[in-house]
RNA sequence: GCCGGGGUGGCGAAACUGGCAGACGCAUCAGCUUUAGGAGCUGACGCCCGCAAGGGCAUGCAGGUUCAAUUCCUGUCCCCGGCACCA
């Protein structure tokens, strides 16, 4: 090939235009699409598809595409049924912000965008299945998004609650935690601000221990992600302790029964007792008329025969409320006042009549008198109650201004006798979670969060409310950022006038709110002591004593730890813990519990650090919530047969930055009948997050046009679980957790036939600028893929991808790099059109170029199903250089095409077709290695003196020591440095080398 | 601070379960070829001493184990990613 007249006797590599020729090939033969139920085994191989933006696809697309594309052309030539699909997460911000820059319809936008990258997908060679592609905004798909949502709905794991969340005021909605990084928008990068809205919410929460549980269970994904998700997850096993609050204020409790009531009846006499004991005075009037009462007489009753004033804490039981009230009303001026299922409508959900109730009720309230007369309201609603419903509950909070407490009662409707949560609201048992009760008899202050109910429940309690007020606002205004920031010192206030009391031993502790407790973990609230930084820090601060009650069990000087010079924050031994010194950490953290648990004053719990995830969003761009709000329903899921709700066509969806979606201004849109009961109702507005779409895209590829469903059961069963998962490590406690999420969910609701939803997990490092710095049009260092495809080919932009680095790796672009790649195909082309015109026979050619190709055959095999595609481009050069000047036949040369196919398909397809064969090497079965061929007769051994190299010999393929010692003896560089020294020992590794040690 | 991952020529990187450190490629230099070269071919290319033969030093740093360490162990520094007052 030196030759000139041979160079330009042959064809030009001329990329653009084979390059074409073999995508169109390709796809008109239909190469790449799966078959379902083949009687090949299957293999899904699956890469996370993109949001089509109007940038088009770059580099760090490319990546995972390529490597997937490889691995999966690999494994069709080794006879598997390969599914290999793409699609596109289409709803989103970017289309919708361009949308209102630009006046075009995101749905227009985002149509051109997908033609876009599709085309360039194309141009790289990949080759999708593209007979089975999604669209997250086609209604056909996202009628089935809206659909498993109903399933969550109907679950009751899906719901809607007002509260705290994070928002991007540049984005102008409301974000998961997941999206909030650094305390800032993982969209956009604007600081995230706290707002009180209604959302909707997933109750990821409740499959936290599933999704850590399903973790174990898949050793092919990277140690790295499974850690990281289950930081993210972050379990923590302790217990829950209550503290029983000590109010001075506090005498008396006035119990009010039931309607047919009595007061030894239900939880009553028990309740009497345990408050005794406790050292108030109790007052339980068996009420006039019991069966039929009247709520006026009863209040009279009360009002003329007990004791009510301000130290006084009124607790009624259903028709009981009524009278507290009413008391109230008649000027009776009490500390506090607990309704336990207290009726407001007067209709029950028994469907049975309680007239003297609903006649009681239907009088109304007054509720400014009511408020002025009591500083404080604890509601008290059971969640399985089949009398008084918790909306009755909701009634009172809002015309009270107080948080409902919805809980599970012993029985329905609190008629257990022994009803322990009432108690522990009587008595103001805050609950406090610790993952170390071994420290608890330490314990000498608590703190609890800003936005503990705490603090507007013992209101009257708390002399300086006011300040303790204006904390708790500047707390609540304050951005993660500057409430979490890094030198920030600690700050509290102090709620004077009540204490808590450590149930271990009886002591009085200050209660602070300080914002380092966070309402989000465990209770918000926790206890402080010596063996903790942050605790001891604080206490510092604020001059709270602290008691050292563990030292360090391996016996090391403590007297650090006694003097608060150090903070001794591990396991030790307990000592100032009266019946539970001597003790070890972990046994006291046993013994501490158990003995919580028989006193009644705590219990072993778990929490975890994973938030329910915050699932409206208020933007157009995304998938309408399948949600019908009725004035008298309630929530009333869109019913299946309406789905989808379709996003209404609209010129104008500028996000309204009030919390309220800009769908909710389209009053057509918006009102409807109700399906429930035909009356006025109106659409829920919000729209789903972008991640709705992507958390069973890959079930939908199984069965994309199943009109029935969001995929049949027998094709899932097929198909599923994905065998690979290309993607990036940024998605980790995103969309792959939010995918998990769904897919076991659905699999619960036996929807879904794979537990886990990806077996193995790839993921790849991200493509750097070739300054080292990450990819950006405002760098100015950013590599368009188009363009090297444009000059050097899609195969070069595919190897030279690959020989980049390990794809996992963090690797950055050379500017020239491609350019030895490139040269390395136009050698190959070259080579190949030379061997053709020769046609030499198998037998002509040397053992040498035999036995190269067997041992690249073994190293690309290798290679891909290890994913190590970058010594794979190494291992065919390495090929190239070793044979080139040799003879090579025709059949050999396919080989080595077979073999370079996966990675560069074009240029091996032309050589092929130029050396005569009609078929497509994607119908070639992947080339088998022969062992026997990849030992070499004579092996290079290393010789060494004290393990330092003295010279190499060749010697056949396996001889033994004693020949390869009489051969080194002999060698000139072993005798002079041996010279009359002895031998001590001699080390031999057979083939490999030998070291003599003098 | 905690949890991961990683430090090898000028650059991207190889090196199987401890066995020739730097394969392969980029850049650079020299030569050949060419009217010309930002093309092609051939060769050199870790650092230091040396004309050379040869020798010494080298896988972030300091130790250790071993006949032999990029690989195993201890300590330490730096870079990247994640979490971050999580009780």
């Not at 009628?143 to 949502?149: A, D, E, L, R, V």
């Not at 103001?428 to 503990?452: M, N, Q, S, Y």
Request: aromatic fraction near 12%; glycine fraction near 6%; proline fraction near 5%.
């Amino acid at each position: 090939m030196n030759q000139p007249t041979e160079i330009f006797s042959m064809k030009k590599y001329q990329h653009s235009k084979i390059e074409s020729k073999w995508q169109k090939i390709w796809q008109a033969k239909k190469f790449f699409a799966a078959k379902d139920f083949s009687k090949k085994p299957k293999k899904y191989v699956l890469v996370e598809f993109p949001y089509p933006s109007g940038e088009g696809l770059h580099m760090g697309h490319l990546r995972p595409y390529v490597a997937a594309d490889v691995y999966t052309r690999y494994f069709r030539m080794r006879g598997n049924e390969v599914i290999f699909p793409m699609g596109w997460d289409a709803f989103g911000l970017p289309a919708e912000n361009y949308a209102i820059k630009q006046g075009v319809h995101p749905s227009i936008a985002t149509k051109k965008n997908i033609s876009n990258a599709k085309r360039q997908m194309q141009s790289w060679g990949l080759s999708f299945d593209w007979s089975r592609e999604v669209n997250t905004t086609d209604p056909n798909y996202y009628k089935w998004t809206q659909w498993i949502f109903l399933q969550f709905y109907k679950a009751g794991l899906a719901y809607e609650a007002t509260g705290l969340i994070n928002w991007c005021p540049k984005d102008k909605t409301g974000l998961a935690n997941e999206e909030v990084i650094d305390g800032k928008c993982e969209r956009c990068g604007s600081t995230v601000e706290k707002k009180e809205l209604r959302q909707w919410y997933l109750k990821i929460t409740a499959y936290a221990e599933k999704l850590l549980e399903g973790l174990k269970h898949l050793p092919k994904w990277p140690e790295p992600v499974k850690l990281q998700q289950e930081n993210w997850i972050g379990k923590s096993v302790g217990a829950e302790i209550d503290f029983i609050l000590d109010q001075p204020k506090v005498k008396r409790f006035v119990i009010l029964h039931a309607r047919g009531g009595y007061p030894d009846g239900y939880f009553y006499p028990w309740l009497k007792r345990e408050l005794e004991s406790r050292g108030y005075e109790v007052q339980a009037p068996a009420m006039p008329d019991p069966e039929a009462p009247n709520d006026d007489e009863q209040a009279e009753f009360v009002s003329k025969n007990f004791v009510l004033d301000e130290s006084t804490v009124l607790l009624g039981h259903s028709f009981g409320n009524v009278v507290a009230l009413r008391l109230l009303e008649r000027g009776h001026k009490v500390n506090r006042v607990i309704l336990v299922g207290a009726p407001f409508y007067g209709k029950f959900l028994d469907n049975k009549t309680r007239p003297t109730v609903t006649a009681a009720v239907q009088k109304g309230f007054d509720f400014k008198t009511i408020k002025k007369n009591s500083n404080s309201f604890t509601l008290l609603y059971d969640t399985h109650d089949y009398v008084i419903s918790v909306a009755d509950g909701e009634a009172f909070s809002k015309a009270l201004g107080f948080p409902l407490i919805k809980l599970r009662a012993q029985k329905p409707h609190f008629m257990e006798k022994v009803e322990p949560d009432v108690l522990s609201v009587a008595l103001g048992a805050t609950k406090v979670f610790t993952t170390r009760v071994d420290t608890l008899p330490g314990a000498t202050f608590i703190v609890i969060a800003p936005e503990h109910a705490l603090i507007e429940s013992y209101k009257s309690q708390i002399i300086n409310y006011k300040e303790v007020a204006k904390y708790v606002k500047e707390a609540k205004d304050k951005t993660d950022i500057q409430r979490t920031a890094k030198e920030k010192e600690k700050t509290g206030v102090e709620l004077k006038g009540i204490k808590a009391i450590n149930p271990v031993n009886d002591q009085r502790l200050p209660i602070w709110v300080a914002d380092y407790a966070l309402m989000g973990f465990g209770t918000g609230a926790l206890f402080g002591d010596a063996h903790d930084e942050r605790d001891q820090a604080f206490a510092k601060k604020y001059n709270i004593p602290l008691k050292v009650t563990l030292k360090p069990a391996d016996g090391s000087d403590d007297s650090k730890v006694r003097s608060f010079e150090e903070v001794f924050t591990g396991d030790g031994i307990l000592y100032n813990s009266g019946e539970f010194d001597g003790l070890g950490s972990e046994e006291a953290r046993k013994v501490i519990t158990k003995w919580l648990v028989d006193k009644n004053a705590g219990k072993a719990t778990v929490t975890y650090k994973l938030r329910d995830w915050v699932f409206s969003r208020q933007r157009y761009w995304g998938e309408p919530i399948p949600i019908i709000h009725c004035s008298d329903c309630g929530i009333v899921p869109v019913p299946e047969k309406d789905l989808p709700v379709k996003l209404p066509k609209v010129k104008n969806y500028q996000p309204t930055g009030t919390g309220e979606s800009p769908l909710a201004g389209i009053d057509k849109w918006v009102n409807v009948k109700c399906p429930n009961c035909g009356g006025e109702a109106k659409r829920e507005t919000n729209t789903m997050p972008q991640w709705a779409g992507s958390s069973w895209y890959w079930l939908r590829y199984t069965d994309p046009n199943n009109k029935k469903g969001f995929a049949s059961i027998s094709k899932q069963k097929y198909w599923t679980p994905v065998d690979v998962y290309f993607g990036g490590m940024e998605h980790t406690t995103l969309h792959l957790l939010y995918s998990r999420f769904w897919n076991l969910f659905l699999y619960d609701q036996k929807l879904v036939t794979a537990r886990e939803p990806y077996t193995m997990r790839k993921p790849h490092g991200i493509i750097l600028g070739t300054d080292g710095e990450k990819m950006s049009k405002s760098r100015g260092n950013v590599v368009n893929p188009d363009s090297i495809v444009k000059s050097y080919g899609a195969d070069t932009l595919r190897m030279y991808e690959l020989f980049l680095g390990p794809h996992e790796a963090t690797v950055s672009w050379n500017e020239y790099g491609h350019i030895g790649v490139r040269r390395f195909l136009d050698r190959v082309w070259g080579w190949g059109n030379e061997v053709e015109s020769k046609k030499l026979k198998v037998e002509s050619e040397s053992e040498n170029v035999q036995r190269a190709l067997h041992r690249l055959t073994k190293k690309i095999t290798e290679d891909i199903e290890n994913f190590r595609f970058n010594t794979s481009v190494s291992a065919f050069m390495e090929f190239h250089n070793e044979v080139k000047d040799e003879p090579v036949s025709v059949l050999s040369l396919k080989i080595f095409l077979t073999v370079l196919y996966p990675f560069a398909p074009h240029v091996a397809e032309e050589l092929n077709s130029i050396i005569g064969n009609k078929t497509s090497l994607q119908l070639e079965p992947w080339p088998k290695f022969n062992p026997e061929m990849i030992v070499e007769d004579t092996v290079e051994i290393v010789v060494q003196i004290n393990g330092k190299v003295k010279g190499k010999i060749n010697l056949p393929t396996g001889s033994s020591q004693l020949v390869a010692q009489s051969q080194i003896l002999k060698l000139d560089s072993v005798k002079q440095t041996l010279s009359d020294q002895s031998i001590k020992r001699i080390v031999f590794v057979k083939d490999k080398l030998i070291n003599l040690v003098i």
